[in-house]
């Protein structure tokens, strides 16, 4: 399966959420029953030394290859740049892990407060 790139806008100081479903190279959902996921945040691509945002990653609906992303008003706020970059990496139950998508991540100040 190739890497899927999705670029997100967040706004900063505010919860976010996104829904992503995976599916195979037919278009047929993945099963992720037996997938463990790990999504984050960085300032560059490779970067080891920062770690802005991690996501909180639930399965919405396994045999659908659903899941959900989402980030708390407290998580945002530690954005402190406008540009970043994101993965998210799956984990088989045998233990081979995957980069599902990953893309840039574009951080818009909050207007009202």
Request: overall charge negative; charged content about 25%; glycine content about 8%.
């Amino acid at each position: 399966m190739a890497v899927s790139v999705y670029d997100i806008v967040i706004t900063k100081d505010t919860d976010f959420e996104v829904t992503l479903t995976f599916n195979d190279d037919t278009g047929a959902p993945i099963n992720i029953d037996d997938y463990t996921f790990q999504g984050e945040i960085r300032p560059t691509p490779g970067d080891a030394t920062s770690n802005p945002a991690e996501f909180d990653i639930e399965k919405t609906d396994a045999a659908g290859g659903e899941i959900q992303l989402s980030l708390t008003d407290s998580d945002t706020s530690d954005l402190t740049g406008e540009k970043y970059y994101y993965d998210i990496v799956g984990e088989k139950g045998d233990g081979t892990r995957t980069i599902l998508i990953s893309g840039r991540v574009t951080v818009l100040p909050a207007v009202s407060k």
